[in-house]
C-alpha cells in the first residue's frame, strides 16, 4: 500500500495487466507521447495526461501503439482486434470526440455478442476524460458518459479516486464486454492509498464513502468528492448524510441506492453533466419508482445547467455544481415539510 | 518458415539528440513544374500533387509558369501581416507562459500559409481555418484588440467567454469560428459551396486542416462531396511534418503526398512549398479561379515545418530534435520573402528590423488596450448570465428557471 496519484493508479493497472496478459494492447493517439520503442528511451511523456508513462519502454511500440487522428478507426480497430482475441484498451483524448467515432461504439462494438448469436465476445476497454475545471470550453469538457450508459451492452465506470481507479480498470480489461472508462481529468494529480499488488473491483457494486442517516446523496465522479466535502460539513451541525458513489452506472447498483433511499427518506443527485436524460435523472426515476413510498421530499437533482460549457474560468466555475449548491439542495430536502407530515 | 505479416509502426527520421533528417522529403526545383491552365483535366495534372510547385529558388529568385508577378506594394504588405502574425503570435505565448491567458497555440514558421493563401482568396468567400490559421484573422482584419480579447475572455471578447483562447471568430468578414474537433469544417466548407452554387453566387469557400488530421473521417468525406458535386471548394492540409507528438508517416504521409488524396476521386491536387509566399499565393490563386470558374474542387499540400510547440502544454524536445526546423530544406517564409524583396531592391535589412519593431509596439499598445477591457483576474469579468445566452434563439422557459436559481445561489439579481 502506498499514496499514488489517479494517474500512477491507472498507469499501474495497465502496467499489471499487460504484464499479466499478452493479449493487452494499448492503441490510441499520441499515447506513447514522444520517443520511445523497445532500447528503452525515457523521453516519452506517455500521451496527452501522461497516464502511458514508461509503458512504451516496457511493452514496446507494438502493444503501445500510436495511432493515425482517426477516431472511428481506433475503436473499430480495438473491436476487430478483440474479435481476434486481444484485449485492446483504447484511448481517447477527451470523451467530446465520441462524436466523431460514436457508430462503432454503439452500433458495433456493444453489439456484437448480441448480433453474433452469443458466439462472439468484445473485450474491449475505451478510456477517455471528462469534466470540467480546465477552461477548455464547450468541445473538450463535457462529461457525457449518460449517452453510453443508456446503450445496452456497454458497461461505463466512473471511477472517484486512485484506489477505484486501479481496481475499477482492471476488472474492466479483464471484463468480456466492452467497458467505457470515464476519467475525470480535474482527478488526475488526486491522491489516495492505492495497494501495489493487483486487485479487482466488481462492476455494479456502489461505495458507500460517508454512511449517515439523514440524507442520501448520490454522486458521480469529481462530484463524490464534494459531496463528501458537504457532508463532512454538515456532519459537524448535526446532519448525517450518506455519500453513494456507484462507480459504475451501467450496471448501476440500484440495491444499495434504494435501501439507503428507504432508510433516509430524502435524495440529492449529484451529476455533472447537463441536466436532461442525465444519470441525476435516472436516479431520481429510480427512487420515484421503487421507493416512492419511503420519500418524505422531492428528489433534488444538482447538476450542470442545460447550456454548452463555457471556457472563461469566471464563467465554467458557474456552470459546475458546486458544493453550495450541493448543501442547498441538502437542506431544501430536509426543510421539506411533507404534506403527510403536515395532516399527520 | 512462413512469411508471417509484420506490423509496421512508422518512426520518424530523427529523434531527440539525433541528427534531423529531411531526406524523405521529395523536392522540386523552383520553376521545375509545369503550371496547366485552370480549366485542365484533372487526369492530365495528376503530376502536380506528386511534384512540388516552388518559385523562390535558392537566390531568392522568383523563376519559372507559377510566378504570380505580385507588385512591390502586395509583397511588402504580405511581408508585414506575415511579421505581424509572428510577433503576435511571441507576445501572446509569452503573456501565456505570464499566466495572463490560460492557453496558446503558434502558427511559427507556418506564416506564409495563412497569408500567402487569404491573398488569394476574395472577401466574399467563406474561410473555415484550422487552429494555426491565426493568419487569416489577422489578414482580414479581426483586430488585434478583438483577437487579444478573445484570448483573455474579458468583457469584450467576441465569442462571449464561451471558447478557449485562440478559438476565434469573425462573421462580418467571412471568417468561421475555430472547432476543436479536427476536421470538422472540412464538410462544413463543402456544404456551404454547394449552397453557394445552389443559390448561384460565385463565391467559393476553403478550409484547412493539418496533416494528422487527414487521417479522421470528416476529411474523406468532404473529399467525396465535393467531388460528387463538384463544388466551388479549396481544400488545404497544412503539412507542418508533426502531430502533437506524432510525425507525418503516422497519417499516411509515407506512401504518396497528401495532395494525391484525391486523385482517386478525380480531384487535383497540388503540392507546394508552403514556405514560398509566391509559390503559396500562385497555387491558390490558380484553385480559386478554377473553383469559380465551375472547375470544382482542388486540393492543396502546403509543406512548411511546425516551428513552435504543438500548443503551450506541449513540449517538443521529448520527440524532435532540437535544431530540426533549422535543418528543414524549405526555410523560414518570414526570411525567404524578406531576401526576395531585399534582391529585387524593394527592401533591406535596416527596414526589416524597423518593421519588426513597429509592429512591435503595435502589438504592446494593443495589448493595453485589450486588458483594459479586463483579464482573467482583473474586472471588469463577463457576466455569468452570458453562459445562458445563445444556446436557442430564443432563451426557453427551462433555461430561464436554471438561469435564476443559478444568480439567487450567487447572490446576484436574476
Ligand atoms: C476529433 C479530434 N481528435 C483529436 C483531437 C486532439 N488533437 C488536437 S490537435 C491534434 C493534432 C493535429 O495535428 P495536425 O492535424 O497535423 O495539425 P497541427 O497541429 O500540426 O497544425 C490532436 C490529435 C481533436 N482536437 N479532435
Ligand atoms: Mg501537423
Redesign the pocket.
Known amino acids: 500500500m502506498s499514496n499514488k496519484t489517479m494517474r500512477e493508479a491507472i498507469n499501474e493497472a495497465l502496467r499489471q495487466e499487460m504484464q499479466r496478459d499478452p493479449s493487452v494492447i494499448i492503441i490510441g493517439?499520441?499515447v506513447v507521447g514522444g520517443r520511445g520503442g523497445t532500447s528503452g528511451a525515457e523521453e516519452a511523456s506517455g500521451g496527452a495526461f501522461g497516464v502511458h508513462a514508461g509503458l512504451i519502454q516496457e511493452f514496446g511500440r507494438e502493444r503501445v501503439i500510436d495511432t493515425p487522428?482517426t477516431?472511428s478507426a481506433i475503436m473499430g480497430a480495438a473491436g476487430g482486434a478483440a474479435l481476434s482475441g486481444l484485449r485492446p484498451v483504447a484511448e481517447l483524448?477527451f470523451v467530446d470526440?465520441m462524436g466523431?467515432c460514436f457508430d462503432q461504439i454503439y452500433n458495433q462494438i456493444a453489439k456484437f455478442r448480441y448480433m453474433f448469436g452469443g458466439r462472439a465476445k468484445t473485450p474491449v476497454t475505451i478510456r477517455t476524460t471528462i469534466g470540467a475545471g480546465f477552461g477548455a470550453g464547450p468541445q473538450h469538457s463535457q462529461s457525457l458518459y449518460s449517452m453510453f450508459t443508456a446503450v445496452p451492452g456497454l458497461k461505463c465506470v466512473l471511477p472517484s479516486n486512485p484506489y477505484d481507479a486501479k481496481g475499477l480498470l482492471a476488472q474492466a480489461i479483464r471484463d468480456d464486454d466492452p467497458v467505457v472508462v470515464f476519467e475525470h481529468k480535474m482527478m488526475y494529480t488526486d491522491e489516495g492509498e492505492v495497494p501495489d499488488e493487483p486487485y479487482l473491483i466488481p462492476f455494479g457494486e456502489a461505495n458507500f464513502t460517508r454512511r449517515g442517516e439523514d440524507v442520501t446523496i448520490v454522486a458521480f465522479s469529481r462530484m463524490v468528492n464534494l459531496a463528501n466535502q458537504v457532508a463532512d460539513k454538515m456532519a459537524k451541525t448535526g446532519i448525517s448524510v450518506e455519500v453513494i458513489d456507484p462507480r459504475t452506472t451501467s450496471p448501476l447498483d440500484e440495491d444499495s441506492i434504494l435501501d439507503s433511499v428507504e432508510k433516509t427518506g430524502r435524495l440529492v443527485v449529484v451529476d455533472e453533466s447537463n441536466p436532461y436524460c442525465s444519470m441525476a435523472s435516472e436516479i431520481a426515476s429510480l427512487a420515484v419508482c421503487e421507493a416512492f413510498d419511503y420519500l418524505r421530499a422531492p428528489v433534488v437533482k444538482v447538476t450542470a445547467p442545460h447550456t454548452p460549457i463555457p471556457a472563461t474560468p469566471a464563467l465554467e466555475q458557474a456552470y459546475i455544481p458546486s458544493a453550495s449548491q450541493i448543501e442547498t439542495a441538502v437542506n431544501t430536502v430536509l426543510d421539506f415539510d411533507s404534506p403527510s407530515a403536515a395532516t399527520g | 518458415m512462413t512469411n508471417n505479416p509484420k506490423l509496421h509502426i512508422p518512426q520518424p527520421a530523427a529523434r531527440p539528440g539525433e541528427v534531423p533528417d529531411f531526406s524523405y522529403l521529395d523536392l522540386s526545383d523552383a520553376g521545375a513544374v509545369f503550371r496547366p491552365p485552370t480549366n485542365a483535366r484533372a487526369a492530365e495534372i495528376e503530376n502536380l500533387a506528386l511534384e512540388m510547385v516552388r518559385v523562390l529558388d535558392d537566390d531568392h529568385v522568383a523563376q519559372g509558369p507559377w510566378n504570380p508577378d505580385l507588385d512591390k506594394d502586395t509583397l511588402l504588405e504580405a511581408l508585414r501581416l506575415m511579421v505581424l502574425t509572428r510577433v503576435y503570435d511571441d507576445r501572446m505565448q509569452r503573456v501565456q507562459r505570464q499566466g495572463k491567458i490560460t492557453f496558446y497555440m503558434q502558427a511559427l514558421g507556418e506564416e506564409a500559409v495563412s497569408i500567402g493563401q487569404g491573398l488569394a482568396f476574395e472577401p466574399g468567400d467563406m474561410l473555415f481555418p484550422?487552429y494555426?490559421n491565426q493568419g487569416l484573422y489577422i489578414m482580414r482584419e479581426t483586430g488585434l484588440v478583438e483577437m487579444m480579447c478573445q484570448c483573455l475572455s474579458n468583457s469584450r471578447d467576441m465569442c462571449k467567454g464561451r471558447q478557449m483562447p485562440i478559438f476565434y471568430q469573425n462573421k462580418k468578414k467571412n471568417l468561421f469560428t475555430i472547432s476543436?474537433?479536427?476536421a470538422t469544417q472540412y464538410p462544413q466548407a463543402v456544404g456551404w459551396a454547394m449552397g453557394s452554387a445552389i443559390k448561384g453566387e460565385d463565391h467559393i469557400a476553403a478550409s484547412w486542416?493539418?496533416?494528422?488530421?487527414t487521417a479522421?473521417a470528416d476529411f474523406h468525406y468532404a473529399l467525396t462531396f465535393a467531388a460528387v458535386y463538384n463544388a466551388p471548394v479549396v481544400l488545404n492540409v497544412?503539412n507542418?511534418q508533426?502531430?502533437?507528438s506524432t510525425f507525418q508517416g503516422f497519417a499516411g504521409g509515407e506512401r504518396r503526398p497528401f495532395a494525391a488524396r484525391g486523385l482517386g476521386l478525380g480531384i487535383p491536387g497540388i503540392r507546394v512549398d508552403g514556405n514560398d509566399l509566391l509559390a503559396v499565393y500562385a497555387t491558390t490563386r490558380w484553385a480559386a479561379d478554377r473553383a469559380r470558374q465551375g472547375g470544382g474542387p482542388t486540393l492543396i499540400e502546403l509543406v512548411t515545418y511546425?516551428g513552435g510547440a504543438?500548443s503551450t502544454s506541449d513540449d517538443p524536445t521529448r520527440y524532435r530534435p532540437k535544431d530540426e526546423w533549422e535543418a528543414f530544406p524549405l526555410g523560414d517564409p518570414v526570411n525567404r520573402l524578406k531576401q526576395h524583396l531585399i534582391k529585387l531592391g524593394h527592401w533591406s535589412d535596416e527596414q526589416q528590423t524597423k518593421l519588426e519593431e513597429e509592429l512591435r509596439n503595435t502589438v504592446n499598445e494593443a495589448w493595453k488596450e485589450a486588458v483594459s477591457f479586463g483579464t482573467l483576474t482583473e474586472p471588469p469579468f463577463l457576466d455569468v448570465e452570458l453562459m445562458f445566452e445563445d444556446v436557442f434563439a430564443e432563451m426557453p422557459e427551462h433555461l430561464k428557471l436554471q438561469r435564476n436559481k443559478l444568480l439567487d445561489l450567487r447572490g446576484e439579481k436574476s
Open positions: 493517439e499520441d487522428i477516431e483524448m470526440f466523431v | 484550422a494555426r476543436g474537433n479536427l486542416v493539418g496533416d494528422g488530421s479522421e497544412i507542418n508533426w502531430a502533437i511546425r504543438h
